[in-house]
C-alpha cells in the first residue's frame, strides 16, 4: 500500500503534465507566432518607409533567430543563463538590423547633400522652378537621396502641399542638415526670398559643417579606438583565465566576495565606456 500511493501520485501527476503540454503547447506556440509575426511586420515596415526591404529568407532567419542564439549559448556556455540570454539577444536582433540599416542610409544620405544642394541651385540658377530643380536632382543622383526626393515629388503630384512634403522628409531623415535646409526653404517661400541664393548659402554652409565634422572624427578616432581596446581587455582577459585555469576564477562565481567584485567591476566597465562615449564625441 506504501507504494502504491507514490506510484499513483507519480502517474497522476505525468497524466496532468502531458494533459497540458498537449493543450498548452500549441496555444502557446501560436501566440508566439503571432506576436513575432507582429514585430517582424512592424520592422518590416520601418525599413521599407526608408526603403529597405528584407528578403523572404532573412524574415525566415529573423523570426528563429531567438531559438538559433539559445541554443548557441546554450553551447556556448553549458549552463541555464545561456539559453535565456540568447533568446532574448534573438528577440533584440530585428530591432538591432533595423537601426544599423537606417543608420546606414542616413549616413549615406549625409554624404549626398553637397551634390544635390549643387544640383539645386545650378537648376534654379538655369530658370527652372523648385518642384523641376528636385526632378533633375531624382534623375542624376543615385539613391537614397533620389528615393527620398522622389517621393517628395509623389506625394506634390497626389495633391500633397511642398512645404508638407519637405516636413515628412525632416521626419525621415532626423539630420541637422536636412533640417536647415527645409527650414531655410519654407522661410524663404514664405517670405519670397531668392532660393537661389539659399541653396547656394546652404552648400557652402554643409559643406564647412561636413569638413569640421570629418576633421573632429579623426582627430577624436585614437581616443575612440583606444576606449574600445580598453573595454575588450578586461573581457578577453577574464575569458581567458577562466579556460586556462577555471579554480582559480571559480572563487569569484562561488563566494559572496566575489560575485559583488564582478558586479562592481561590471558596473565601472560600463561607467567608464559611457564616460569615454561622452568626452570622445564633439557636436558641432
Known amino acids: 500500500m506504501a507504494t502504491i500511493i507514490p506510484l499513483f501520485v507519480f502517474g497522476?501527476?505525468?497524466?496532468?503534465?502531458?494533459?497540458?503540454?498537449e493543450r498548452l503547447t500549441p496555444i502557446l506556440i501560436n501566440r508566439y507566432n503571432q506576436w513575432q509575426?507582429?514585430?517582424?511586420?512592424?520592422?518590416?515596415?520601418k525599413l521599407e518607409d526608408s526603403f529597405i526591404f528584407l528578403e523572404k529568407k532573412k524574415i525566415v532567419f529573423l523570426s528563429i533567430s531567438p531559438f538559433i542564439f539559445a541554443a548557441l549559448g546554450f553551447l556556448l556556455l553549458?549552463?541555464?543563463l545561456g539559453p535565456v540570454l540568447g533568446f532574448f539577444f534573438g528577440l533584440a536582433m530585428p530591432g538591432f538590423m533595423t537601426k544599423i540599416a537606417k543608420g546606414r542610409r542616413i549616413k549615406k544620405f549625409q554624404s549626398q547633400l553637397v551634390d544635390s544642394l549643387m544640383i539645386l541651385s545650378s537648376s534654379l540658377?538655369?530658370?527652372?522652378?523648385?518642384?523641376?530643380?528636385?526632378?533633375?536632382?531624382c534623375e542624376e543622383m543615385p539613391v537614397p537621396i533620389s528615393q527620398e526626393f522622389g517621393l517628395?515629388?509623389?506625394e506634390n503630384r497626389w495633391g500633397v502641399s511642398l512645404e508638407e512634403s519637405l516636413r515628412k522628409l525632416r521626419r525621415r531623415m532626423p539630420l541637422e542638415e536636412v533640417n536647415l535646409i527645409v527650414s531655410s526653404v519654407l522661410v524663404a517661400r514664405e517670405t519670397g526670398g531668392e532660393?537661389?541664393?539659399?541653396?547656394?548659402?546652404?552648400?557652402e554652409t554643409i559643406r564647412n559643417n561636413i569638413k569640421l565634422k570629418e576633421k573632429i572624427a579623426t582627430l577624436t578616432l585614437q581616443g575612440r579606438m583606444q576606449g574600445i581596446i580598453m573595454s575588450v581587455l578586461p573581457i578577453a582577459f577574464t575569458f581567458f583565465i577562466h579556460k586556462q585555469n577555471p579554480g582559480h576564477f571559480?572563487?569569484?562565481w562561488e563566494s559572496e566576495l566575489g560575485r559583488i567584485l564582478i558586479g562592481v567591476a561590471v558596473f565601472l566597465q560600463l561607467a567608464g565606456i559611457y564616460?569615454?562615449?561622452?568626452?570622445?564625441?564633439c557636436k558641432v
Not at 540658377?125 to 536632382?137: E, F, N, P
Open 37 to 45: 509575426g507582429e514585430r517582424l511586420g512592424r520592422v518590416t515596415d
Open 152 to 154: 517628395v515629388l509623389k
Open 195 to 203: 532660393l537661389t541664393r539659399v541653396f547656394t548659402r546652404l552648400t
Open 250 to 252: 571559480n572563487i569569484m
Open 275 to 281: 564616460l569615454i562615449k561622452k568626452i570622445s564625441t
Open 125 to 137: 540658377k538655369a530658370g527652372l522652378s523648385l518642384i523641376q530643380s528636385i526632378g533633375v536632382l
Open 12 to 21: 497522476a501527476v505525468l497524466l496532468i503534465t502531458r494533459f497540458l503540454v
Open 78 to 80: 553549458r549552463n541555464f
